[in-house]
């Protein structure tokens, strides 16, 4: 999280002074006291992890004033006002002017560490997203592409690296919106073919003899509406890439003919009987088993060890929620340059709901809140409702429900990331195996043994 966040109290009044910082530092907060606005402000410095804590009356500098001088050095600093009953107007005209808060006197303890609490945690967002900001800004080459900071994301682009400069087939699996096609680019893009062409093309869906078209072109006459020819996928990506996504969904019969192409390097488009040389390197994407469907005998054996030379596996967003932070603001930078808006800030509130959810629609979902919340589609909630059954208590209600929905959340990915085994989630979790078990009774979780039956807990 970085630095941590300290809070300045600035008062006159001696007894005021120590009242305040008293009741900040029992409230857990590093504070530091001064007498006068001046001796505060050689504290402050752009991106500083303060917080200000000012009475509006004081001789020399006073609390506006104050309040000017730290907006000119860095405008994202809190700064909460104190002021006497008289002065109620002229703090709620500073929070129109930047103040963030203001307290009137008299005031308890528990009232003034509340409302320090709300801005230390307001500064501590700005700050992560600063960090995030820079971050994104300064990385480069596939960092910068392929973003993450899960031990999952890091193993992707250490596999990218490996097979980027080589010709082999890579088949990358992964749920829908995972990101297959981006990997797939980030493969073309730091190997040896990135001068040449990249073609997609998304096998879902299209008839098949539009699809035979697309894929290997075809001569003037070759079918009633061919008027022309035309050059396909395969062609086009000569001395490049040719990424195929939804892999799955490839017609049998074309699946024969794409295994002549991977095995013999040459194609004849549709009405020609001349074969031409191709050179291209074939990266497939599927988010179905295709050794189950080539068990099932609807995807062919042989074509699934052409493609599946090197394989990269995507994880789902919900097994690094770690990434989600970055992702979001990346996502939130990209919207705001392409719509031409500022680009805002989440709340504490807004990352705990990022953090928890289970993003069924993986980083495509995320972008899509990220575009609505650039475009001030959403409220104080990011997602719509519905979706997880324990979102309400994740949200709000009671602490006993928000931390059993944590615990939920943080025991269930773990037996996910370990196939159920219980012994191996303990030893992650760092939790004895009996306690557990204790856990899994307690929140309703079934957990299964080696061969995938469910255990009695």
Partial sequence: ?????????????????????????????????????????????????????????????????????????????????????????????????????????????DHIAGRVARAVEKRRLTLEVQGLRAALHNWQGIEAMVLGKSPAMADVRKKILRLADTSVSVLITGETGTGKELIARSLHDFGGRRDNHFVALNCGGLPEQIFESELFGHEAGAFTGAIKKRVGKIEWANGGTLFLDEIETMPVALQIKMLRVLQERT?????????????????????????????????????????????????????????????????????????????PVVSAAQVSELMTHQWPGNVRELQNVADRFVLGLTGDSLLTEGGDPDKGAAKGGTLAEQMAYFERMLIEDMLRRHQGNVADASDALGMPKKTLYHKLRQLKIAARDAQGEEIDT
Avoid: W
Wanted: charged share 25%; aromatic share 6%; glycine share 6%.
């Fill in 1 to 109: 999280m970085g630095d941590e966040i300290r809070v300045l109290v600035v008062e006159d009044d001696e007894n005021v002074r120590f009242g305040v910082e008293q009741a900040v530092a029992l409230a857990g907060f590093p504070v530091s006291a001064y007498a006068s606005a001046k001796e505060a402000l050689a504290e402050v410095a752009p991106g500083a992890p303060l917080v200000i804590v000012s009475d509006v009356r004081m001789p020399g500098i006073d609390g506006l004033q104050l309040l000017d001088k730290v907006m000119a050095i860095d405008s994202q600093i809190p700064v909460v006002l104190i002021s006497g009953h008289a002065d109620i107007s002229t703090a709620v005209g500073a929070m129109q002017v930047g103040a963030y808060d203001f307290i009137e006197k008299p005031f308890s303890s």
């Fill in 267 to 343: 194609l004849e488009r549709l009405g020609a009987n001349e074969s031409i040389s191709v050179d291209c390197r074939v990266i497939a994407a599927s988010k179905a088993d295709l050794a189950a469907l080539s068990a099932d005998g609807r995807f062919r054996a042989d074509l699934l060890y052409r493609l599946n030379v090197a394989q990269i596996e995507l994880p789902p967003l919900r097994e690094r929620r770690e990434d989600v932070p970055l992702l979001f603001e990346h996502f939130v930078l990209a919207a705001a340059r392409r719509f031409g808006q500022p680009a």
